[in-house]
């Protein structure tokens, strides 16, 4: 069992950054894929980004490519979420979830743990 819990969140003007984390317990070490999803009132959870259990690979939607770094370190258990240069279309609450396999995936039928959301809101 895993649990997850995300900070970071808040209200940014547009072209602001913010960094995300999320802290894992429970199951702890670089034998498990996580990502982020974000979801967005009336819409379906959509991958932001996962990264691999050592944190040598990872996979972004093409939204946010160039402008979101996902990256762990595992001597903290700890994932984070860069995100720079903000859209006001980014405004969601972004999910932090982990997998039992050490690839992610970008559906959410590929990760077995979830937190509970932090909002982001980018308005003027």
């Known amino acids: 069992q895993v649990q997850l819990v995300e900070s970071g969140g808040g209200l940014v003007q547009p072209g602001g950054s913010l960094r995300l984390s999320c802290a894992a317990s429970g199951r702890t070490g670089r034998d498990f894929a996580m990502g982020w999803f974000r979801q967005s009132p009336g819409l379906v959870r959509e991958f932001v980004a996962g990264?691999?259990?050592?944190?040598?690979?990872?996979w972004y939607a093409d939204s946010v490519k160039g402008r979101f770094t996902i990256s762990r370190d595992n001597t903290r258990n700890t994932m984070y979420l860069q995100m720079n240069t903000l859209k006001p279309e980014d405004t969601a609450v972004y999910y932090c979830a982990a997998s039992d396999g050490s690839i992610p995936g970008v559906g959410v039928g590929s990760y077995a743990y979830w937190g509970q959301g932090t909002q982001v809101t980018v308005s003027s």
């Open positions: 990264i691999t259990g050592t944190g040598a690979r990872y």
